[in-house]
């Protein structure tokens, strides 16, 4: 994420910005929280689709409402989380849908700690369901940081692993369906999805990791077939 | 079954919507091998628990990270249906009205201002000449939807499904466009074809190696064979990839590695292709240069 983020003074210069017309503003804004209110909306909606219509429209809003933000009032986090999940509803009631139950612990994203996640959710009313079983302050901070890892090594991957690895993990498809849609050969759909996948399973070790003498990412051919 | 091919087999199914299910579940030749070897292989077995808790755990963040034009199209949503903002402002967002009246059908906002400075002028020339690009690509949606419904014989959801896909293949093409006509560096190439009626637009950003393709007249390729999109520098062709077919419109929509930071000569083609063939480089049905 950015930095300045969890900085009112900051947030509340950007928004000022956006007042005078600034896109540049609003496009800084969007690196600090797009990613976190489309994952919101993704958890509660269950609907990628839907949650990129929420993003949308969060930030129109933004927009067209700077003026109303008030810093004092609370942290631009919070209001635009508020706006994402009253359009999220919105969107889910228009299609005869109910929000998902959210943990409070499960709303809480990556980068937040718990106190700045429940202020966010109890600003947005996002708590409609308590833990029965809460989260310790150790298991929270071990997920939050396998999350963090799957990120960053989908970040570091090359791009026609990563390429593969969304198309299947987002978009539900299966290699032969990756290979008709990049034109691909089978083989190299394959080869790059086990690439991908293991390179994963080396940034989350542990428990998730691949186990000894498992192959080798070198031992793997890059491509079987050529890319057309 | 070995070793490596059972890891094989649960690493392809652990990435494949309810692949592991399946596979544990016996019910082809293949899986019915993986579930002979896990039978009797701890070691095998264990690293079946591993894939399904770390694909778990992948599938759940994958699916929480955004597309990545998601930022584009976002701020050319606000670019096109924003109230407009004042002076001062690097690039102003509201001022387009024709962007409004195509990406949302409704009149410009209330309040609209005009055209604040020489980079909003240019953004909005941009706008304008893809705007036309992509009306004629609705005109020829809208077209093939509307003989569509005259089709008669009751399949009332086939033809709903139909009209669906085709208003998302539109939608799909139209936010490409958006995004990629926002950028600074955006081309714009025609295609031509040997045939009459047959014709084609590409617009693509080198910058973000972003790239639409639209084509018009294309007949859906008989079995064996499909419509490929390539680009070709110095003599060397690179895929771009498989043209999808909704109604009356063919196209792509995608990024492209080969057209990051293209510069000089170059020149865009589609392709009949043989699924089984081997010529390299088939004879284009449309091409089209830099």
């Known amino acids: 994420m950015a930095e300045g983020r969890g900085d009112p003074i900051d947030d509340a210069a950007l928004v000022h910005q956006i007042v005078g017309g600034s896109e540049a503003a609003l496009a800084t804004l969007y690196d600090r929280y797009g990613e976190a209110i489309f994952a919101s909306a993704c958890r509660l909606t269950a609907d990628r689709g839907i949650a990129e219509e929420v993003v949308q429209e969060t930030f129109l809003a933004l927009w067209n409402r700077a003026e109303l933000f008030d810093a004092a009032a609370g942290s631009l986090a919070a209001w635009l989380h508020a706006i994402g999940r009253n359009r999220a509803i919105d969107r889910l009631r228009a299609a005869g849908r109910r929000p998902r139950l959210v943990s409070t612990s499960s709303s809480t994203a990556v980068d937040e700690n718990p106190t700045q996640g429940l202020e966010r959710a109890v600003a947005s009313g996002i708590v409609v369901a308590g833990g029965s079983q809460p989260r310790s302050p150790e298991a929270a901070v071990e997920a939050a940081g396998l999350r963090e890892a799957i990120r960053s090594a989908m970040t570091a991957m090359p791009d026609t692993e990563r390429t593969v690895i969304l198309l299947a993990y987002q978009e539900d498809l299966s290699q032969a369906e990756i290979a008709d849609r990049l034109a691909w050969p089978l083989g190299t759909v394959k080869t790059r999805t086990r690439r991908a996948l293991l390179h994963l399973r080396e940034a989350l070790g542990g428990e998730f990791g691949p186990m000894a003498g498992q192959t080798d990412l070198d031992d793997m051919p890059v491509t079987i077939g050529q890319d057309r | ?290």
């Open chain 2, 1 to 290: 079954m070995d070793h490596d091919t059972t890891r094989e087999q649960l690493e392809l199914a652990a990435v494949e919507p309810g692949g592991l299910d399946r596979l544990v579940a016996g019910d082809t030749a293949t899986a019915q091998a993986v579930a002979g070897h896990l039978a009797g292989c701890l070691s095998c077995t264990a690293e079946l628990g591993r894939l399904q808790r770390a694909s778990t755990l992948i599938r759940e963040v994958a699916r929480e990270i955004p597309p990545a034009d998601l930022r584009e199209r976002t701020l050319a949503t606000v670019r096109a249906a924003g109230v407009a903002r004042g002076a001062g402002a690097d690039v102003g967002i509201g001022d387009d009205e024709s962007a409004v009246s195509v990406t949302t059908g409704a009149s410009p906002a209330a309040g609209a201002l005009p055209t604040v400075g020489p980079t909003s002028a240019a953004v909005q020339a941009r706008s304008r000449s893809a705007l036309g690009w992509v009306a004629a690509v609705a005109a020829a949606v809208v077209l093939s939807v509307a003989a569509t419904s005259v089709i008669v014989g009751g399949r009332v959801d086939e033809r709903l499904a139909s009209q669906a896909r085709t208003i998302g293949a539109l939608e799909k093409v139209t936010n490409a466009t958006l995004v990629i006509t926002s950028q600074p560096d955006v081309r714009r190439v025609a295609l031509s074809g040997a045939e009459p009626g047959l014709a084609g637009s590409l617009l693509f950003s080198p910058s973000t190696s972003e790239l639409v393709v639209v084509a018009t007249g294309l007949t859906p390729p008989p079995a064996g064979q499909e419509y490929r999109c390539w680009v070709e520098q110095a003599g060397e062709r690179q895929g771009v990839g498989k043209m999808s077919f909704s109604e009356g419109l063919a196209y792509w929509v995608g990024p492209v590695s080969a057209i990051r930071g293209l510069v000089g000569e170059a020149t865009f083609g589609v392709s009949l292709v043989d699924l089984d063939g081997v010529d390299p480089d088939p004879e284009p049905v449309l091409e089209g240069g830099l």
